[in-house]
């Protein structure tokens, strides 16, 4: 079954503007079928496979030959003899658009690659597993605590704990060891855990250290495969205009909340709804949410988190070229002044503010709106 995806315009909006198109991603994400599905005219050729990679580094010219346009190129960052070929390839006819895809699961390798060879040739785009308004109604209501991978959504989260075993497996064995430099993979997973544990919350890597019994360099260098295979994001704290002590440090969030539920043993509804996280996944759910949808329409807009030192906090802030929208985020369904109470100190004029919970939608005071959350990730 085949689940249409908000990335598809811009893909065929970028293939008419650019000869090469990159696509990154977590693995499982959809790309490869995204793809497939909606440009059944390109060849999909993958390095995931240990032949492929070979056939171009016995022959490179052959290959390139063999494939010289509408190529899917797939885990592109494997095949590092590859990116040079397609720059001659393509610099012998600019103006012939949409030639190659190059698609990968770890951002910062493929991107660097780009940035060497390929820079003025090649628009990018990612694509994570489905946003909220991607997914079919019947699973938006366990999406929360089961994930949102395309596989789960597509089999209704049959067999859910085995399939994100197999995917924390599978990353661990591939990606972090082929391009992570991690030695131990135990501690990796230990790391992966603390941090499932903690989501939503400020990183402190000093602590991370001393309870893993790594060093600071090691918990950063970790931190950081796990950032460029997808798996978490980091919010950097707001810091413009606002005269009061801020904190540094960034929050992290899961890109996919069904993956820190499995991490940290939560295995029904009843268990993430009762227990001491439910708060933290709310609230992780609900920013991995907006950014998810902000990447797949390539929104233009920044985002961060306000939190000084006298512990004011609003969770998200949108910052777009005209404005600011503040966010209050809320596993409640009842609304108290206090929630916004923040949001209303720091919101300018021409700001909005909303607080997004489980309660009703509906216009509240001072440029400020109560959303609930079906309605604010549908809405935006």
Known sequence: MFIARQLSNKILEYLELF??????????SGKSTLLTNLLPGYEYVTFDSVNTRIMLQDDPQGFISKYSNKVIFDEAQKAPELFELIKIKVDQNRTLKGQYILTGSNQFQLMHKITESLAGRIG?????????????????????WQGSYPELIINNYKNRDAWCDAYITSYLEKDVREFGGVG??????????????NCAQMVNQSALSRTIGVSVPTIRRWLSVLEASYIIFFLSPYTININRKLSKSPKLYFYD???????????????YEQGPMSGAL??????????????HTKERVQFSYLHTQD?????????????????????????????????????RPEDSGSLIYEGKTEEYAYGIKLWNKHDYLMHT
């Open 282 to 295: 709310y609230e992780n759910y609900v920013v991995a949410e907006i950014i998810k949808k902000a990447l």
């Open 19 to 28: 000869p090469i198109l990159s696509i990154t991603g977590p693995r499982q």
């Open 311 to 347: 512990d004011a906090e609003v969770d998200l802030i949108l910052e777009r070229p005209q404005k600011l929208e503040w966010l209050e985020i809320k596993k409640t369904a009842s609304f108290k002044p206090s929630m916004i109470s923040t949001i209303k100190k720091f919101m």
């Open 257 to 271: 909340t069904g993956l820190v539920t499995y991490l940290v043993g939560i295995e029904t509804a009843r268990h």
């Open 184 to 197: 131990d993979l135990r501690e990796f997973r230990r790391l992966m855990q603390l941090l499932a544990g």
């Open 124 to 144: 990018s785009l990612t694509l994570l597993p489905f946003d909220y308004t991607e997914l079919p109604a019947p699973t938006r209501s366990d999406a929360l």
